[in-house]
């Protein structure tokens, strides 16, 4: 049997952790077993451990370090890994790894040393070769939609803080003590939809979404449609969550912060349509690909990824880049969904949403064992 000792080091909640859950889950599936190191303070990673999972808090690199056999270990890392275990894992064993992001506005010279490079779509396939990694896996290693239905079920969706503070930072520490003190004097409202057209955004508000500079555009346009909303799931750092604000002020009371939610099952099916941010710094977009599974179509710029994961007029409907245009295309779009122009249901392109699949997933996982054990003959685990 095949081990992975695999590595997210992660504080936070993104689209890379849950592809990791879900790619652990895979791996076992396909037959290997793993060893999954963690930030040990962040508990995404709860209830993940079976006989042939096993999870490991730590509270840095270097507990890793210490942790792997002497020799020969198959390391897939999730997130950036740097100094001791980036060094000791390239030189001692076999070191692999995902490019969950783009190669945009980023240097690649963290993956020279891999002995083979993973992402997760045929656009970041293609920024990598461009950048000159040759042993990127030539397939892309799709993500999956898999959500758990019931969870969350009947339970109330209530707001919850935007912000996800980083405590390595002075500021964030402070303000990470002194916002939850304030939230105790004030009512935590419970989501209900407003009428109209709902909009939403479900996502951790990252710099590579881009929502600032997307909305910047896009506020002005969707603040001429009195019956439309827009509300806000999910959290990011201080400085992003309040360049977002600014971007929306144009739409005062028609947009709410909701904050992050677990539940996001819950969710999707309170929306109208699913937005993404821009696309050059998105690698897949596993949001748009939730939404679409629960039958809520998503509203993307026209261009990749968001052209391997949304069918346009089938599973969503995609849009002219707003930086372009000034969201003249998107102005016509959202009149025309204001108007009655008819609603998709994704889930009715099945053909579509099965290259998504979790089966499909742990297809293409057991194809990249195959081809790790082929290739690399000396790891042992």
């Not at 790619?23 to 037959?31: D, K, M, N, S, V």
């Not at 930030?39 to 999870?55: E, H, K, P, Y």
């Not at 930072?169 to 209900?192: C, I």
Request: one cysteine or more.
């Amino acid at each position: 049997m095949i081990h992975i000792h695999q590595i997210n080091l992660q504080p936070a909640v993104g689209g890379g952790e849950v592809y990791t859950r879900w790619f652990t889950r895979a791996l076992e599936q396909a037959g290997a077993s793993v060893t999954l190191y963690v930030d040990q303070a962040n508990g995404f990673w709860d209830g993940l451990a079976t006989d042939r999972i096993t999870v490991v808090g730590v509270r840095d690199g270097n507990d890793i370090v210490r942790r792997l056999p002497e020799k020969g270990a198959l390391i897939v890392t999730q997130s950036g890994i740097s100094g001791e275990l980036h060094e000791v894992a390239a030189r001692d064993h076999v070191l692999t790894g995902f490019a969950h992001m783009p190669m945009i506005d980023r240097s690649a010279s963290g993956f020279a040393r891999y002995a083979a490079v993973f992402t997760v779509s045929a656009y970041c396939v293609g920024l990598l070769r461009k950048a000159g990694i040759r042993q990127v896996y030539q397939e892309p290693m799709y993500g999956t939609y898999q959500l758990d239905r019931a969870a969350g079920a009947g339970v109330p969706i209530r707001a919850a803080s935007p912000y996800h503070w980083d405590r390595r930072k002075g500021r964030d520490r402070l303000y990470s003590m002194l916002e939850p003190l304030a939230r105790t004097f004030l009512q935590r409202p419970v989501f209900v939809r407003k009428p109209g057209l709902t909009l939403g955004i479900v996502s951790l508000l990252s710099p590579i979404k881009q929502f600032p500079a997307l909305f910047a555009v896009l506020a002005p346009v969707i603040a001429r449609f009195p019956q439309v909303n827009l509300e806000v799931f999910g959290n990011g750092g201080y400085a992003q969550v309040r360049d977002l604000r600014r971007s929306l002020a144009p739409l005062a009371r028609k947009v709410r912060f909701w904050g992050y939610q677990s539940a996001v099952q819950s969710i999707y099916p309170n929306l109208d349509y699913l937005m993404t941010g821009l696309p050059e710094k998105e690698a897949l977009g596993l949001n748009a690909l939730e939404a679409q599974a629960l039958g809520t179509p998503v509203l993307a710029p026209d261009a990749p990824p968001f052209t391997e994961t949304v069918l346009d007029g089938r599973s969503g409907f995609l849009y002219r880049d707003p930086r372009l245009d000034g969201g003249s295309d998107f102005a016509g779009l959202l009149a025309s969904l204001v108007d009655g122009r008819p609603r998709p249901d994704p889930r009715d392109a099945q053909e579509h949403l099965a290259k998504f699949s979790f089966d499909a997933m742990v297809g293409r996982t057991r194809a990249m064992l195959a081809f790790l054990e082929r290739e690399f003959p000396q790891a042992r685990g």
